[in-house]
């Protein structure tokens, strides 16, 4: 099967993609979270990436948004990028299509100079990319999550000293 193009979500995607991720997650959350960091301070130029088949449709999505890292006096040490939600749809999972979407999304975070990308996330699925449990580099999540889904990718701009708490843009449920 033909790998599908990735490219950054156009306007007229808009309600594709909340299709899209209501079919993947049987539900409005992940789509309202798209919709709520779509046009904020927290929405990255080209961060919506899309997944398009052969036939122009979209069959995948995945969101960077821009998070905080704060330090213990709650301060902003800096804004990092985190990933989420990924959809595909249920008919094209696990025929590569995820994993176009990472590959392209860790080739944006570095080639913008990010130091890292964090996540929450299935145990099973987002070490393949080099994802790690994030408290073991010192970034803490910001609820008590279990370390095997609480995760970062270092990238090549990564800085041993850079720790904190993540916080996640506003329009992620609290």
């Not at 539900?27 to 979270?33: A, L």
Request: negative net charge.
């Amino acid at each position: 099967m033909p790998q599908p193009t990735i490219r950054p979500e156009a306007s007229a995607d808009e309600a594709g993609i909340r299709a899209l991720n209501e079919a993947a997650f049987r539900g409005n959350v992940e789509g309202g979270i798209v919709d709520g960091i779509r046009g904020t301070d927290r929405w990255i130029p080209d961060g919506s990436l899309v997944a398009e088949d052969t036939d122009g449709a979209v069959v995948g999505h995945l969101l960077l948004s821009e998070g905080d890292l704060v330090g213990i006096d709650g301060a902003v040490i800096r804004r990092i990028w985190m990933l989420g939600p990924v959809a595909v749809l249920p008919d094209r999972q696990r025929k590569g299509i995820g994993r176009a979407l990472m590959r392209a999304a860790i080739e944006l975070a570095t080639d913008r100079g990010q130091p890292l990308i964090c996540l929450l996330g299935h145990a099973d699925y987002y070490p393949r990319f080099g994802f790690e449990p994030a408290r073991g580099i010192g970034i803490e999540p910001p609820r008590p999550w279990r370390d095997a889904n609480w995760m970062a990718l270092r990238l090549p701009a990564w800085e041993p000293g850079l720790r904190g708490t993540a916080r996640f843009p506003p329009a992620f449920p609290g």
